[in-house]
């Protein structure tokens, strides 16, 4: 790669393999990989494949000098929740302007070449992973689980780019011919136009499908992506389509027959840092050679993590959220009201307290270490999905009890809903509010639900640090990411800049 710091945008997509020392098709940022030789074997493939994944958690560097809050994955899904009305802290920081949608409508901001950049280099490494590994030689299983992984972080990383950069997908009006992002399916696209909505889920689709059928059941650990994790991404997309049945399909096969049992009341408090429990499906699990003590996911979200950002700016939950959840539910021990050196002990007096602060995350090792593994895919969120695709499509009974199949395993105190139609979901919607907090989905919710954002329902939300953005009605323009000037200077053929 001549230029190993190039961004990698929809309209310029050949990424060159060399001996570059961080080229993200290393398994280990210091190793070098033969061009001439990745693709021969299937081994050496495996290498590109790893590299993707450790790609997935790297501090974006590349595009800012200052790039602490930019963990990879990580540090996106942390944004969607400073976007959101769940999550927030008390003083300004470098999440403000996300917080207040203004870097996400200016498309000179590096925020929106972060998020692009990111997954279209997914997309890019895993097109060369996809085109290539057929002929490879190795044993046909591994070309298969090869093929399947990176069919499926293909699917993973169209799918967010079509939630940022586009408008939702409206199931009531297919088809969605509204732009969304660029299709890039082969290393052979350049200077691709916007596909629309419908055709890019589409596609996100075929790719999911396409793997399942390679019946991957097998892989090295949960930083892989097993047919377990297609499946997952199927029910997470159906839902956003508003694709109720194939919701219930996919989740329900994961509940009744993945083996991810739900943590217990012990397991739940235990950090959110540790992808063995059998209730994580996917991960990113970064080693303690490749901890970034600063720049990390954990060092933005872990309540003890020894960075000055969280010792200053404890994570805090709406307050009208946590006032919902029942007392005898182990998640309301996830928040302190009122904390103090008692009831919520912190490494050193440096840390500050304050109403509502988190302890939901904490670092893997000890204080001065960031290293956790990051929560991308969890069985809890199948559940959810199940309860609310049974009670969207007008199945109260089936809805109710999927969603004390959950309940009761968070809450022993719990009793099964008698709510009905859009108590249900809402009840449901709640449940995933307390139950995803901090892992990146409370805005994407919003904007496929086409609901508007209100902090003044939280009476805990300041408003200073989001310059005073406490409103943003369904609908506004601000769902919508702007797409990167970047990017529209080197695609002529993209089209205008969103509205």
């Not at 929740?81 to 302007?97: A, C, P, V």
Request: charged content about 20%; aromatic content about 10%; glycine content about 6%.
């Amino acid at each position: 790669m001549k230029n190993k710091n190039i961004l990698l945008f929809a309209g310029v997509m050949a990424l060159g393999l060399s001996s570059c020392k961080k080229d993200y098709l290393n398994t280990n940022p210091t190793d070098a990989v033969d061009n001439s030789a990745i693709f021969t074997t299937t081994a050496n493939t495996d290498v590109a494949l790893n590299g993707i994944y450790r790609y997935m958690y790297q501090r974006t560097t590349e595009i800012s000098s200052n790039a602490q809050n930019k963990p990879g994955v990580g540090g996106i899904m942390l944004l969607q929740d400073f976007m959101g009305d769940d999550l927030h802290i008390s003083s300004t920081n470098w999440f403000s302007s996300e917080a207040s949608y203004s870097t996400t409508r200016n498309e000179t901001n590096q925020i929106l070449v972060y998020g692009y950049r990111t997954y279209y280099r997914m997309i890019a490494n895993a097109n060369m992973i996809i085109e290539n590994v057929d002929a490879a030689t190795g044993p046909d299983a591994d070309k298969k689980r090869i093929k399947a992984e990176a069919l499926t972080l293909r699917a993973y990383a169209h799918y967010w780019l079509v939630q940022l950069f586009a408008k939702r997908y409206n199931a009531a009006a297919k088809p969605n011919v509204q732009p969304g992002v660029p299709l890039m399916l082969s290393t052979k696209d350049t200077n691709k136009p916007r596909a629309t909505v419908e055709d890019v889920y589409a596609a996100i689709n075929k790719d999911l499908d396409d793997a399942i059928a390679l019946n991957i059941t097998s892989v090295y650990n949960k930083s892989h992506v097993s047919i377990w994790v297609t499946k997952g991404m199927k029910a997470r997309v159906a839902l956003t389509m508003q694709d109720y049945p194939n919701a219930i399909k996919f989740a329900k096969d994961i509940v009744d027959n993945g083996g991810f049992t739900l943590m217990t009341p012990a397991e739940y408090q235990t950090g959110f840092n540790n992808a063995g429990l059998a209730e994580y499906m996917w991960a990113s699990m970064p080693t303690v050679d490749q901890d970034d003590t600063f720049g990390s996911y954990y060092a933005q979200i872990a309540y003890n993590a020894n960075t000055s950002f969280m010792r200053g700016n404890p994570k805090r939950i709406n307050a009208a959220l946590y006032n919902q959840i029942s007392a005898t539910d182990v998640r309301k021990k996830m928040w302190e009201p009122a904390p103090t050196a008692t009831n919520f002990p912190l490494p050193t007096t440096s840390f500050a307290r304050q109403p509502y602060m988190s302890r939901k995350f904490s670092v893997k090792l000890t204080a001065g270490s960031s290293l956790g593994d990051v929560p991308l895919m969890r069985s809890a969120e199948m559940y959810l999905i199940l309860a609310e695709a049974y009670a969207s499509s007008g199945d109260n009974a089936n809805g109710q009890s999927a969603l004390f199949a959950f309940v009761s395993k968070r809450d022993p105190g719990a009793v099964k809903s008698v709510n009905m139609g859009q108590d249900l979901v809402t009840e449901v919607i709640t449940n995933r509010r307390t139950e995803l907090w901090g892992e990146g989905v409370r805005w994407l919710d919003l904007k496929r639900l086409n609901l508007g954002l209100d902090r003044n329902l939280a009476t805990n939300f300041p408003s200073a640090p989001v310059t005073g953005v406490m409103v943003v009605p369904a609908g506004d323009v601000r769902w919508q990411w702007f797409i990167p000037r970047d990017e529209l200077n080197a695609n002529k053929n993209i089209g205008p800049q969103n509205d």
